[in-house]
């Protein structure tokens, strides 16, 4: 059975930092690439980040570019999204997902994670 399982996620001020982790299992987790995605309230999902499954490569949305991290340990089977000088408009509900082709279609998703940022 496969699970993507998100933490980290919370209440912070505005400028302030959160950690994301996305625990994986029932895959072979080096063998896809991952993503994180975000929904706010009354708005569809959106593309935040992804990461090859050697972590070599990344890409962001421009929204979070230069202040969202994304990275990978594929020895402990986790994703990371560090996220810096949040602002407001980044609060959402975060999903980390699995892609196993380079199709840009996700096979699994997790559960989601609250992110909720004050100003």
């Known amino acids: 059975q496969v699970q993507l399982v998100e933490s980290g996620g919370g209440l912070v001020q505005a400028g302030g930092s959160l950690s994301l982790s996305c625990a994986a299992s029932g895959i072979i987790f080096r063998n896809y690439a991952m993503g994180w995605f975000r929904q706010a309230p009354g708005k569809e999902r959106e593309f935040v980040a992804r990461i090859s499954w050697s972590g070599g490569s990344t890409i962001y949305a421009n929204s979070v570019k230069g202040r969202f991290t994304v990275s990978r340990d594929n020895a402990k089977n986790t994703l990371y999204l560090r996220m810096n000088n949040l602002k407001p408009e980044d609060t959402a509900v975060y999903y980390c997902?699995?892609?196993?082709?380079?199709?840009?279609?996700?096979?699994?998703w997790g559960q989601g994670t609250q992110v909720t940022v004050s100003s």
């Open positions: 997902a699995a892609d196993r082709t380079t199709d840009g279609v996700y096979d699994y």
